[in-house]
């Protein structure tokens, strides 16, 4: 392109995710189209297998994911032709969604170069934000009651028991590992309970220690590397 790239109305960093973001879409629409016609299982909300009476028929597609895939087509059609309306280019590709999507990408300095693209980024994110949690729903919240908690509690378990049981606990609780409970051994946050113990037997602790300092000292986050 002979056009200069001193004016762009995105800036680098934002244009790099934008294309990162857009060579993701051509997999993306294949899982959706997976899941449009049914032919994975998709988690809660987009199960209709569930509890169908014999002379129902099962839908012929995830309308869930119609909905997503039509939204993603149609956010993507709208930038190209605001590009090629502003940019005075012409669309020649394949008319798919992951077509569109190869062109913007190969095109991506016109895109940036374009008047009102400020809103392009985050337009194009929340619709493929919508069609991944289509294809990959989030796990069903997992309920607590008091009563649960409280008898999980008063149980004497090992470390590797204790780790089940928080994953059973779900929420808060599901990041307990056996390593973190070594770690909280070894700094003195908890204590195993009393024996004896056979020499070969694991120690021993009661759940509502462990789950307390769990909760009480949080694991550092790990940083991230960010663009350079």
């Not at 009476?53 to 709208?78: F, G, I, K, N």
């Not at 400020?118 to 991944?132: G, K, M």
């Amino acid at each position: 392109m002979s056009e200069r790239i001193d004016h762009l109305y995105l800036d680098r960093t934002t244009l790099r995710a934008l294309v990162e973001l857009l060579r993701e879409i051509p997999d993306l629409v294949e899982d959706l189209t997976i899941t449009l016609t049914n032919q994975a299982r998709t988690g809660a909300g987009g199960n209709f297998r569930a509890h169908r009476r014999p002379a129902e028929q099962p839908l012929p597609y995830d309308p869930r994911a119609l909905h997503a895939a039509d939204t993603l087509h149609a956010v993507l059609v709208s930038w190209v032709r605001l590009v090629c309306e502003q940019r005075g280019l012409e669309y020649r590709d394949s008319p798919t969604t992951a077509g569109l999507a190869r062109w913007l990408d190969r095109n991506i300095i016109a895109f940036a170069m374009t008047e009102g693209v400020h809103d392009a980024p985050a337009d194009i994110r929340e619709a493929t934000r919508t069609a991944w949690q289509v294809i990959c729903p989030p796990d069903a919240p997992v309920v607590l009651d008091d009563s649960t908690v409280a008898k999980a509690r008063a149980h004497r378990l090992n470390a590797a028991g204790i780790v089940a049981l928080a994953k059973e606990l779900g929420g808060e609780y599901r990041g307990l590992t056996v390593r973190r409970v070594q770690t909280m051994r070894d700094a003195g946050r908890i204590a195993p309970l009393p024996g004896p113990w056979a020499p070969e037997w694991p120690e021993q602790y009661l759940v509502g220690d462990v789950l307390d300092g769990h909760l009480a000292h949080p694991r550092r986050t790990r940083r991230t590397t960010v663009d350079r």
